[in-house]
């Protein structure tokens, strides 16, 4: 058996609406993640979700001592971060006096340089040795036509919005329905009453009779029909209370029937055009919640860390007066 896994990376709400906008106007777009943890991405090599990201916490330096983290990157925690830090310190790939976690609602640690060390030093030490540069692959993995397979987020968006739009064509045509079977049924109502159908009934002796009369009045009027007529139909008219029948009934009906028709050719022009339909419904939803979903992520190039030349940062050179000798494992007089 061959092991799958889907890992897809958070994007933001808002880009996605505008980019499904972009798929339904057949114009091109782009699309990168964006984390609510914030932070600094490189999505260089991205490939439209079949590669992977680096992202960067958001360092910030307080003069040459202090470096204060306010962002973290995405699948780290503030324990984790500083748990890596820790870890490098131990190992001397960074040098760390003190390291403060004052975070609450948003993220603030603080790390304190010993003498002789600074901030400028240790921003890409704490880069290329700890959690602070995560990379992250994405892998989009998904089921489609019962089968797995590995799609570009591009792709997968121009799926979800056909699905959108189907979803919105099913939705007006399950509306629709139910606004004819209103229309149906007020449509024999306002005949049954206004034409006095109801009077044919009144010699009526069985079921029957009641039936077949009721079917014989409503017959002339049959073009006005929206479907045809039904026994279901016949019974609902003859269960009509007597109060139906008064002046301001039927011209509640007739009311009805004006806002009902209004109402379906509003809605048979929708479904005419259902990719202005999409693009409405999604504009209304950006409209709504755009201002909730900025960007957290910023988007950057980063050069890469030379562990080497950072390592060498760390290495402690000594001068032999006696000897001569200058390097790392030379004890100083």
Known sequence: ??????????????????????????????????????????ASEYADGKGKVKVRAKLETDGDK??????????????????????????????????????TEKVEIELVLPRG????????????????????????????????????VRDCLRELTHQLKETLRAELKYELEQLENRQHWLTLEQIFIEKRIYKRIEKAKTEEKVFTEVYAGMKPFK???????????????????IRRI????????????????AAIKKIKTKLRSMVKTTISYIQGLLDKYGKD??????VDTFEVVDKKSVAR?????????????????????
């Open 223 to 241: 073009k006005h029909f929206i479907r045809e007529m039904n026994d279901d139909d016949v019974k609902r008219l003859l269960e009509l209370r």
């Open 293 to 298: 979903y900025p960007r957290r992520t910023k």
């Open 66 to 103: 202090r470096i204060i983290i306010r962002e973290i990157p995405f699948s780290t925690t503030t324990e984790s971060l500083i748990a890596s830090i820790e870890a490098a310190a131990q190992k001397n790939k960074v040098k760390i006096s003190t390291i403060n976690d004052f975070t």
């Open 313 to 333: 940062q760390n290495i402690k050179l000594n001068f032999d007066k006696k000897t001569g000798f200058f390097g790392s494992g030379v004890k100083g007089k």
């Open 1 to 42: 058996a061959v092991g799958m896994s889907t890992r897809i990376l958070p994007h933001n709400f808002k880009e996605l609406l505008r980019a499904q906008i972009k798929i339904l106007e057949d114009k091109r777009f782009k699309l990168l993640p964006d984390f609510p943890q914030g932070g600094i991405m490189d």
């Open 117 to 152: 060390v600074y901030a400028e030093d240790v921003v890409p030490q704490l880069y290329a040795y700890t959690d602070c540069e995560v990379s992250i692959s994405s892998n989009l993995l998904v089921i489609k036509d019962r089968h797995p397979e590995v799609m570009t």
């Open 246 to 261: 008064s002046a301001y009934d039927i011209a509640k009906n007739r009311k009805d029937l004006d806002d009902i028709v």
